[in-house]
């Protein structure tokens, strides 16, 4: 990280402004798929004393137990195909062994998780995806409208760890498999009418980078202003934008602010000092 | 069911005495393993309008899918032995794919359902099975004086429905594999402190038969009295007999009744009339 670009942000522990302040955190198959990198940021993750929800991926998992079984992964465009065996697969995967380890683990580090669905408690209801010019199979698009996400509400005032799998259903009993950063932002956005959230996107590197090859060249604030310029410089690698745009439209929609980077930094200093690229 | 022995209890639906109803029911391989038997179960269950909570077992689908994987079924002296593969498929079927169906159908039903697993919450703590003469592997036995029923608690209040995978954890962050009739009388003795439980046992009979061969020759009370002449009688047959002692070690310990037979008739009928055998 670039030391000359340190910033300051409230404390990760303390009452930000007047609301409440709430820690949406993702992690992927990079944290999930290493027994030692999913330990280390789980400690650091019981650590947060503010309230969290953290949404986890399924990583590679279900990809070599589908192997096993004979259900080949399928993709089309990059976009895994869902089909009735694939849908069992990951809901066993995240929504069982994945979602129920971490629970544990917590659980052991004296975090008092409980594992979800969006079915459960009917927190993320969703709407199977048209089939247009692609049959995305058993892949649902978040219902924003009849979310419950008061449900989560009353789980984290009473003290409790939501631990979200990628996972929705369709209202008529059939579950869907749903995008990880899709599921976080919209919890994000929909409790950033009650809480002062936090989106924390773990990823594979430190953060933004200034610079592809360079490792230590995170950017550690951007503004819209600086997006702007980033891009009119053509900066940033192709595989961030997305991302950078998902975050803004998240600040937009209410959510107070984001923070882009690798989960052994965005989480192990508790001080006022900002590890990884903070969007707001 | 023998007509002369109907008897008459609180409706199904109505406030029983002082406390708070509540509904602690169990199905097993039966009810879980034929989608028709189940979603008529379901049906019937999600009609409950009294507080509710489900515990389900696993069925064949975990012996299925362990046979795909090359995990074997092992069992000595009947029980089943818990190695490090059984516990991920268990964590996987009954938590992932039996708990998540189970909820998405009574989602649709407009059950509000939430699928949980003695880890979540930390609602069923255990300890790993001691290594005697037999080493159970991965199998808990209820910690009950760590039980934190109370987030069962507030999760029913809240007009949520849980439903309860047979696993619980030993707080040093590994899932255990616990008996689903155990844990179904173990929740209803905790919450018969604040609720007059109705603890539901469904199996594959019309409930305790005055004659094996004769399945419609159920008896509808058994009190102690009743328990201790059918024993002289030599009236029951053996497999009966531990459901029957559980059913009364319940009752002594604070549940106010006990419910055995088939799940067909369980809960179809919501008059005051009981099917099946009441013990009490």
Chains 1, 2 share one sequence.
Do not use: W
Not at 88 to 108: E, F, H, P, R, S
Not at 163 to 176: C, F, N, S
Not at 238 to 256: E, M
């Amino acid at each position: 990280m670039s030391e000359n670009n340190k910033i300051e942000v409230d404390s990760l522990n303390s009452p930000l402004g007047v609301g409440v302040k709430l820690f949406v955190i993702k992690i992927g198959g990079n944290v999930i798929d290493e027994d030692a990198s999913l330990q280390a940021f789980l400690k650091d993750f019981a650590q947060i004393k503010a309230a969290k929800i953290l949404i986890h991926g399924g990583g590679k998992i279900a990809t070599k137990l589908g192997d096993k079984l004979g259900i080949e992964s399928k993709y089309v465009n990059g976009r895994r195909i869902t089909d009735e065996a694939t849908i069992d697969l990951v809901t066993m995967v995240y929504g069982g062994l994945v979602n129920k380890n971490i629970v544990a683990k917590l659980q052991a580090l004296n975090c008092n998780a409980i594992g979800l669905t969006g079915a459960d408690a009917n927190i993320i209801p969703a709407i199977k995806r048209p089939v247009k010019e692609i049959d995305y199979g058993f892949v649902g698009d978040v219902d924003t409208s009849k979310m419950q996400v008061d449900n989560l509400q009353l789980l984290l005032s009473a003290g409790l760890t939501p631990i979200i799998a990628p996972l929705t259903h369709d209202g008529k009993g059939q579950m869907l498999n749903t995008n990880a950063d899709t599921i976080a932002s919209t919890l994000a956005v929909a409790l950033g009418k009650k809480y002062d959230v936090r989106l924390i996107y773990c990823f594979e590197k430190k953060g933004v980078l200034e610079s592809v090859e360079d490792d230590n060249s995170v950017i550690n604030l951007i503004t819209k202003d600086k997006y702007q310029q980033l891009l009119a410089d053509k900066k940033l690698f192709d595989g961030i934008i997305p991302k950078i745009d998902n975050a803004f439209d998240a600040i937009n929609a209410g959510v107070k602010e984001v923070l882009i980077g690798d989960a052994k930094d965005l989480l192990k200093n508790v001080t006022d000092e900002v590890n990884g690229t903070l969007i707001k």
